[in-house]
């Protein structure tokens, strides 16, 4: 089995950063993607942005410039540094991990951005 560990989220400003962090453990293979959805109320769950462990990344088209996706595979961590939030940014992001043609969820860490 696989656990995805979030912490970072909370409250901020609009202008403002966060990052966000996702420790996986247990059986990780070396070929996986790690990436963040979020979901907020009357929405479907959405991409945010996703990376490779070869480091190819993909990002929504709502936060390309403003957010950063990063992992150390040493670590299997996975990171999301978000600047210039916006209040509809405001949503519980979830982390996610894909090996092996299965996906696995964090238990969602709620972002709030006030305008």
């Known amino acids: 089995q696989v656990q995805l560990v979030e912490s970072g989220g909370g409250l901020v400003q609009a202008g403002g950063s966060l990052r966000l962090s996702c420790a996986a453990s247990?059986?990780?293979?070396?070929?996986?993607?790690m990436g963040w959805y979020r979901e907020s109320p009357g929405k479907q769950r959405e991409l945010v942005a996703a990376?490779?462990?070869?480091?190819?990344?993909n990002y929504a088209d709502s936060v390309k410039g403003r957010f950063t996706i990063s992992r150390d595979n040493a670590k299997n961590t996975v990171y999301l540094q978000m600047n210039s939030l916006k209040p509809e940014d405001t949503a519980v992001y979830y982390c996610n991990l894909r090996q092996l043609l299965t996906a696995y969820w964090g238990q969602g860490t709620q972002v709030t951005v006030s305008s």
């Open positions: 990376i490779t462990s070869g480091g190819t990344t």
């Open positions: 247990g059986r990780i293979f070396s070929s996986n993607s």
